[in-house]
T-cell receptor, first 114, second 109 residues
């Protein structure tokens, strides 16, 4: 069954620690995205990648880093520089590289930093 | 002013009611309009994808776009308890996509 797998579902970390969220897709999609979802706000784009070994900053990239070494995988690292990292993180993909394409989402990782 | 405005609700309706969900936007460059449904602790799933003004129907769901008023709507007919979720509007142009904050809907049996 094709889709996007995000792991873990829940993640707890202490302040000052870096943490990496996993995102794997078997849809053979070129483009992949990371969004952050906070209550009362629309999804905000952190990073996106339209092709392997290339990625671009979104609206709120500060304190985050990504890599795209394989088409299937787009891990997100939340660094200690991110001021308010507690949030619901969503990975998405699209079949074409244009950013106006509809997105397929994973089921998210809820990160809590204390 | 936010680029996309969506009433967060919550909206509660009885089973069988017609539901109307709405978003307004400020950027006239948006050309593609989407509605996503998001169940609790899950990722959003695409419900409707439309281009240009007019109506698009899919089963019990109708998406309406009025570009002149910068207003989009999603209508749900014969609403069911399984429709209880948060509904996100989204709109895009070639190099950008923006989301509303979502409207939380509860359909009571």
């Amino acid at each position: 069954d094709g889709g996007i797998t995000q792991s873990p579902k829940y993640l707890f970390r202490k302040e000052g620690q870096n943490v990496t969220l996993s995102c794997e897709q078997n849809l053979n999609h070129d483009a992949m995205y990371w969004y952050r979802q906070d209550p009362g706000q629309g999804l905000r784009l952190i990073y996106y990648s339209q092709i392997v070994n290339d990625f671009q900053k979104g609206d709120i990239a500060e304190g985050y880093s990504v890599s795209r070494e394989k088409k299937e995988s787009f891990p997100l690292t939340v660094t200690s520089a991110q001021k308010n990292p507690t949030a619901f993180y969503l990975c998405a993909s699209s079949i074409v590289r244009q950013r106006n394409s509809p997105l397929h989402f994973g089921n998210g990782t809820r990160l809590t930093v204390t | 002013q936010k680029e996309v405005e969506q009433d967060p609700g919550p909206l509660s309706v009885p089973e069988g009611a017609i539901v109307s969900l709405n978003c307004t936007y400020s950027n006239s460059a948006f050309q593609y309009f989407m509605w996503y449904r998001q169940y609790s602790r899950k990722g959003p799933e695409l419900l409707m994808y439309t281009y240009s003004s007019g109506n698009k129907e899919d089963g019990r769901f109708t998406a309406q776009v009025d570009k002149s008023s910068k207003y989009i709507s999603l209508f749900i007919r014969d609403s069911q308890p399984s429709d209880s979720a948060t509904y996100l509007c989204a709109m895009s142009k070639r190099d950008d996509m923006r989301f509303g904050a979502g409207t939380r809907l509860t359909v009571k049996p």
